[in-house]
C-alpha cells in the first residue's frame, strides 16, 4: 500500500487563488511527521511546512497553512492568494521512526500545480 | 550559510561505465541522505548516513550502488556498471542531526544522470 498518497497528478489555479492540495497517509507508528516540499523547474527541493502528529494546532507559514485532519490521515496543504512563482511540484512527504533510528522520509508522488495570469 | 550543493549538475555516460556523483552537505550537518528520482515520480530513499556511518542502506536498489562519506562531510555516490534504468536525478539531503521527528531536511539541487 502508498504510504503517501497525491490524487492530483496536475492543478491549474488563477492567479491570486486560494489552492488546497491534497495528501493522505498511511502508517502505524503513532509518533510521526508530515512535510509539504515545493520543486519548481530548477530541480531543488524547497521545504514548506512541517506537522508533527502530537501537533495540536495546524501549521502555518505565512501563505503556507497545513489542513491536518488526524483521524482522516490526510494533511492537505493551503496557498493561499496564489501567485504566479507558486508553479511547481509540490510533494508531501511522511517521516516513520525506523528501527534504524533513522528517520528516512517518505514522498508522495506529487501534484503539478500551474498558476495561471 | 552555504546550502547542500552537488556535483556534476549533469552526467552522461554509456552504459557499462562507472559514474560517481559528489555531495557536500551544509557545514556541521551530521546526517546526510541520498534519494533518487526518476521521471515523473516522488523521491525514492537511497542510503542515510550519520557522520561516515551509513546504518540505512535498504534503499540502495542493487549491489552495483555503494556510498560512502569521509570526514563526516562530503559524500560520493558510486553506480557501477551503469545501466538504462538508472537515469534519474540523484538528490543529496543533509539535516542537522538525523533524529527526531521534526528534523527538516535539506536539499541540493540534484545531479541528473542520463544512461545512454
Known amino acids: 500500500a502508498q504510504k503517501i498518497t497525491q490524487t492530483q497528478p496536475g492543478m491549474f489555479v488563477q492567479e491570486k487563488e486560494a489552492v488546497t492540495l491534497d495528501c493522505t497517509y498511511d502508517?502505524?507508528?503513532?509518533?510521526?511527521?508530515l512535510f509539504w516540499y515545493k520543486q519548481p523547474s530548477s530541480g531543488e527541493m524547497i521545504f514548506l511546512i512541517y506537522?508533527?502528529?502530537?501537533?495540536?494546532q495546524n501549521a502555518t507559514e505565512g501563505r503556507y497553512s497545513l489542513n491536518f485532519q488526524k483521524a482522516r490521515k490526510s494533511a492537505n496543504l493551503v496557498i493561499s492568494a496564489s501567485q504566479l512563482g507558486d508553479s511547481a511540484m509540490y510533494f508531501c512527504?511522511?517521516?516513520?521512526?525506523?528501527?534504524?533510528?533513522?528517520?528516512?522520509?517518505?514522498f508522495g508522488t506529487g501534484t503539478r500545480l500551474t498558476i495561471i495570469p | 550559510g552555504a546550502g547542500v550543493s552537488q556535483s556534476p549538475s549533469n552526467k552522461v555516460t554509456e552504459k557499462g561505465k562507472d559514474v560517481e556523483l559528489r555531495c557536500d552537505p551544509i557545514?556541521?550537518?551530521?546526517?546526510l541522505y541520498w534519494y533518487r528520482q526518476s521521471l515523473g515520480q516522488g523521491l525514492e530513499f537511497l542510503i542515510y548516513?550519520?557522520?561516515?556511518?551509513?546504518?540505512?542502506k535498504s534503499g540502495l536498489p542493487s549491489d552495483r550502488f555503494s556510498a560512502e562519506r569521509t570526514g563526516g562531510s562530503v559524500s560520493t555516490l558510486t553506480i557501477q556498471r551503469t545501466q538504462q534504468e538508472d537515469s534519474a536525478v540523484y538528490l543529496c539531503?543533509?539535516?542537522?542531526?538525523?533524529?527526531?521527528?521534526?528534523?527538516?531536511?535539506?536539499f541540493g539541487p540534484g545531479t541528473r544522470l542520463l544512461v545512454l
Open positions: 506537522q508533527g502528529s502530537y501537533d495540536q
Open positions: 557545514s556541521g550537518h551530521t546526517a
Open positions: 502508517t502505524s507508528d503513532p509518533s510521526y511527521g
Open positions: 539531503a543533509s539535516s542537522p542531526h538525523g533524529g527526531g521527528r521534526r528534523e527538516t531536511q535539506y
Open positions: 548516513f550519520q557522520g561516515n556511518s551509513a546504518p540505512d
Open positions: 512527504a511522511m517521516r516513520e521512526a525506523t528501527n534504524f533510528g533513522n528517520e528516512k522520509l517518505t
